[in-house]
């Protein structure tokens, strides 16, 4: 099994990481806007954790609003008895109803910070969280460093054990890396279809580990929606596209970004991956800081997403030719 760290925490984790935004279910904003991945069979869920575990997988990415809390509550069921084997990393900022699935706003506060962290953990049944995120990516820097002191706090206490903000902005990512001695990592959305130079840079100069979201450009990578229509319900996020979702248009893919994957999708199987596969493998070939967390929701998905291939880089020469193709797409 491959592993690295999770940044300058020392933490040692599979190279691979589970996202369990899916597994959450719906969720629904005020407006009616989906932000699940659709109705998803609890039991399913639960079997397909247990085999990332079987094939090598330690790192759990969630978040308190991934179905207002359900997904939380569905890991905590996969991993009981299991707690010393996993990392579990979770997010605030969001607001949600658990009973009701809906989401309600953000609160940025530190008090909220601790609030909300004691939900995670009655959640995922466990006394203490290895990673706990920021989940407010445009927060401005002045606000996000008045959390610092409150995180730091919590890992004194011993309630978590590092912390990190998901944001896809270089520059908030760095200051708050050099704000806190416990700040370990960026989560930001990252692919081969969608290269962050800046941020690279940024997990170089800082010692962060850089957990990968999107590495599968929300399925478009795995070639499952490529050309189709009607795959994707209404109560799926993709499905009713918010502005911030490049990938998909109401549930197809855009005729720009699927052309850019067949663009590519020769380089990335050429040593026999699948498509998602070569997805992962040129993100861990991008960077030695570099942790995708592809999301799973059933064992097919998992067996592909964390076989051995997927777990290594993309070959050198390989690697290569992705850049050369996409070149021009990238100056």
Known sequence: MTTRTLGRSGIEVSALGMGCWAIGGPFWGEDGQPYGW?????????RTVHRALDL????????SNYGAGHSERVLGRALAGRRDDVVLASKFGYTTVEETRLATGEDATPEYAVSCLDGILRRLGTDYLDLYQLHLGGLPISQALDLVA???DLVAQGRIRAYGWSTDDAERAAAFAKAGAHCATVQYDSSVLNDNAAMVEVLAACDLGGLNRGPLAMGLLTGKYHGTAGLIGGDDVRGRSPEWLQWFDDGVPTP???ARVDRVREALTSDGRTLAQGALGWLL????????IPGCRTVAQAEENFAPLALTPLPA???T????LLADLRA
């Open 150 to 152: 409150t995180l730091e």
């Open 256 to 258: 720009a970004w699927a």
């Open 317 to 319: 020469d390989a690697f």
């Open 285 to 292: 070939a991008r960077s030695p800081h570099n942790l995708p």
């Open 56 to 63: 090598g997988i330690t790192l759990f990415d969630t978040s």
């Open 321 to 324: 030719e992705v850049e050369s």
């Open 38 to 46: 659709g109705e998803v069979d609890d039991d399913e869920s639960i």
